[in-house]
């Protein structure tokens, strides 16, 4: 399956399931290297609208930081690392908490 059809199903399960954060979490890792801005466009709407849903998180900071926006970025890695110590997902916290140690010593 090509990353085009890939996009295209994802598209139409969002659709089906506006309810389901999956489907966005997915189109924006698909489209971080086709289309940057829609890229931002899911991880914002992940993170405004279904903003219990960890897995963005991680990708959603490094994203930000790898675009040049280290605040937004900072802001990120802290809510994910608040989020996974409320759902007790000690595994995720420590990947956020690693992952937001690189980035202070990178941009900070």
Known sequence: MSKIDRINQLLKFSNEDPSDPFNYYALALEYQKLDSPLAAKYYNLLLSEHPTYLATYYHAAGYFAGIGN???????????????????????????????????????
Do not use: V
């Open 70 to 108: 280290p605040k937004k970025a900072g802001q990120i890695y802290q809510k994910g690392i608040e989020l996974a110590t409320l759902q007790h997902n000690n595994h995720a916290k420590k990947e956020l908490e690693n992952a937001y140690f690189n980035f202070q010593i990178e941009f900070e």
